[in-house]
Every structure is written in C-alpha cells, then in structure tokens.
C-alpha cells in the first residue's frame, strides 16, 4: 500500500464524501474515486458502502483507518527527524480541523513571501489532539485552538471569536437569538474519544460532563447533529451546511486561534511564523 494512498483513503474517511475529500486534498474527484477503488481491490474488501445518501465506512475500512492513521504518523516521525538530521531548510505546521479560515490564507501568503526558498509542510490534524501532533514530534509549529494542556508548550493568542451551539435548523431551540447553558442541559452532546485531552474536552462540552456519540472531525460532528439531533459548540465563524444553523451562547468564553510550539525548540523559522502569524491575524 502507498502512503499516499492511504493518505487520500484516511481524508475521505473522515469527511464521508468524496468531494469534500477531493477539495481538501486540492485534486479533482475521478482520480480520487480511481485511487480508492485500487485499494479496495488490493485489501480485497469494499472500504466504503456508497448510497446516494452518501458513504460509509464498511467493518474492513474501519480496520484499515487505525491502521492507515498509525502508519501515517510513524511515517510522518521519520520524515521530520530524516530532515532534522539531513539539516533541511524546512518547517512542519500542524493545522486543526478548520483550514479555511480567511486568517490561516492572509498567513500562508505572507509566509511564503518573506520565505520562498523554504519547504513549508502541512499536517491537517483531526479533533482529538489539539496540539496537532506537537508532543509526538510530527509539528514544529500548530495553528490551533486553545483550551488545552499547555505544559512544556509556549502559546501566542491570534485571534478570539465567539462560540454558539450548532442545531439543526428544524430544532426549536433554533428559533432563539441567543441561547445560555443551561438551555442545553437535557440535550446529547457529542464527545471526543478516550485519551483526548480533558481541557480541550471540557471546553466544549461547555465545562460540564455530557453524553453523545463519539467523533473525530469537523464532518463527523456535524452529521452528529444532522443525523441525531445531537448538539455541540462552535465558533460562530465557521461556515454550515444550510440544513444546520449556530446560535450564540451568552455564557460561554470565546473560542482562542493560537499558535502553539515546544518549549526550547531549536528551529529558527518558529520565530518568524509566529511573527507573520500575528500580524495576519490583525486584519
């Protein structure tokens, strides 16, 4: 199996739509279908089940998704330390879930300009690691959001924006401007898997503990409200598909955009992405 294979089969995985995995993979959709069908002849099994409703993991392609997101990772490790080593002029962004963010585009422009001959690589992270890989070493640098375990990392605020609660725009409580906590109280919330960091956890579950369906990504927790009825939070600036809207929660912290990096670490283009960061995210 190709890592870039796997690769492309993780993307879609978690978004369950094969366009959405072709605009995030910046390719068009016909070689993306090929590439999957090439894997599910080489494993031997159908790795989605595809309906006009859309796709779905089959019990195979779930095995393969933990194994394809191990393999990733390990493989990821080797690179960076390979580059360590080898003293390449590069640097490793960890970005979270969201890479459309108007501020992340103003940054990757101005980055490329005051360094053109660097090799900028981009890890897109999932919901359940915050730091986006910096303690595994896969990142020099993450774009992300904070409340997190912040031990032995340096943090800088870009940017805070407000939080509401993501609905169904059927729900009844869709039809209130504003919206506090305790209007949510009785409502299923979805969760982060086990393991994931208990700050980050707490933050958006609106500090209190909750029960749900378990997800991973920014799709899964939207087809959670979608499909269940379940809620969750959100910054108010993401954009919804039209069948869910957010509403504004007047007793909830705004949500931080931060940029994140290890204490003491050594690479010298840390410094200057924190600094275009900052100033891309002023606008």
Known sequence: MELRTLRY??????????????????MSQP???????????????????????????????????AEARALLDQADRARVRVAAAAGVATITVGILGDGTDPG???????YRRRHPGIDIRIRDTDLTDPTCGLRAGL??????RAPFNETALTVRELRTDPVGVVLRADDPLAHHDRLRLADLSDRR??????????????????????EGPVVRT???????????????LAP??????????????????????VAAWN???????????????TAAYRH
């Not at 089969?9 to 910046?26: D, I, K, M, P, Y």
């Not at 919330?189 to 909750?210: K, V």
């Not at 920014?218 to 969750?232: F, S």
């Not at 204490?263 to 960061?277: D, M, V």
Request: aromatic share 8%; charged share 15%; hydrophobic share 45%.
């Open 9 to 26: 089969f993780v993307t879609v995985a978690e978004e369950l739509h094969f366009g959405r995995a072709a605009a995030r993979l910046h």
């Open 189 to 210: 919330w979805f969760q982060f898997p086990q393991g994931t960091d208990p700050i980050w956890q707490s933050y958006w579950n609106g500090g209190e503990p909750r």
């Open 31 to 65: 070689p993306l279908s090929r590439a999957i069908k090439r894997l599910e002849r080489e494993v031997g099994a159908l790795l989605f089940a595809r309906s006009p409703a859309g796709v779905t993991l089959t019990a195979v392609g779930a095995v393969l998704l």
């Open 236 to 257: 108010l600036v993401h954009a919804l598909p039209a069948e869910l809207t957010v509403t504004p929660l007047t007793d909830m912290p705004p949500s931080r955009v």
């Open 218 to 232: 920014v799709q899964e927790c939207l087809q959670a409200v979608l499909w269940n009825g379940t809620i969750g």
């Open 104 to 110: 992340a585009t103003r940054l990757a422009a101005a």
């Open 263 to 277: 204490k003491g670490a050594t690479n010298p283009l840390i410094q200057s992405f924190t600094e275009t960061a």
């Open 139 to 144: 990142v020099d640098i993450a774009l992300t």
